[in-house]
C-alpha cells in the first residue's frame, strides 16, 4: 500500500504570525489575533494539488500554563482550517517540565500516525526546536522560515526560506510530489 507524503508545518511563525516581544516568538492568544502572511494559502494549495498531505503540528504549552484553554485553540485551528488548506492538526498542550513525546524537539506529533512516508515527507518551522522534530522523525528534508529568532541551533536546517510560499517552491522544483505508480 502507498503511504502519502505529507508536509508537516508548525503553526505560529509558519502558517500564521507570531508576536514578537523582546525578540523571542510568543502564540497568538485568541482567533482575533490570528494573522496569515500573504501567500500562505496560495502555497498549502500547491503542495495539496501536488499529493502531498498537510499537516500542521504545533506545541501549545499555554494550556499547561493555564493562559489557554483546549477550546481557544481548537477555535483558533477550526478558524485556520476554514482558510487553509489543512487535512490535519496535531497539538502537544504539555510544557518542557512533562517531558512527552509530543512536544517539539521530540519527534511525537510527526510520527503520532504512521499513515505517511516520512522519508518523502518535509518538516516546515520557525525554530530550531521544528528542525529537530523532523531530523528525529526521518523527513527527507527539514525547512527553516525566517531566522530563527537567534536562537542557537543544535542542528541546521537543510534549507531557510523567507517564507511558506519560497520553502512550496523549493519543494516542488526539488520533483517532490505525487508519485504515479
Not at 483558533?76 to 518542557?96: K, N, P, Q
Not at 518551522?125 to 528542525?131: K, L, Q, S, Y
Request: hydrophobic share 40%; charged share 25%.
Amino acid at each position: 500500500m502507498h503511504r502519502p507524503a505529507a508536509v508537516f508545518l508548525d503553526r505560529d511563525g509558519v502558517i500564521n504570525r507570531a508576536i514578537v516581544k523582546g525578540g523571542a516568538a510568543h502564540s497568538p492568544l485568541s482567533v482575533a489575533e490570528l494573522s496569515i502572511p500573504s501567500g500562505v494559502p496560495e502555497a498549502l494549495h500547491r503542495l495539496r494539488r501536488a499529493g502531498f498531505a498537510i499537516v500542521v503540528v504545533t506545541n501549545q504549552p499555554n494550556v499547561a500554563r493555564g493562559i489557554q484553554s483546549r477550546a481557544v485553540i481548537e477555535a483558533m485551528h477550526a478558524h485556520l482550517g476554514s482558510l487553509l488548506t489543512i487535512d490535519e492538526f496535531r497539538v502537544c498542550y504539555h510544557d518542557d517540565h512533562d517531558r512527552c513525546a509530543c512536544r517539539k524537539p521530540e519527534p511525537g506529533l510527526i510520527l503520532q500516525a504512521p499513515r505517511f512516508a516520512i522519508e518523502d515527507s518535509f518538516m516546515i518551522g520557525d525554530r530550531w526546536r521544528d528542525i529537530s522534530a523532523g531530523y528525529r522523525a526521518g523527513c527527507r528534508a527539514n525547512i527553516l522560515i525566517g531566522d530563527g529568532y537567534g536562537e542557537p541551533f543544535p542542528v541546521a536546517a537543510d534549507v531557510q526560506c523567507g517564507s511558506v510560499q519560497q520553502a512550496a517552491d523549493w519543494i516542488l522544483r526539488a520533483g517532490c510530489g505525487r508519485r504515479d505508480e
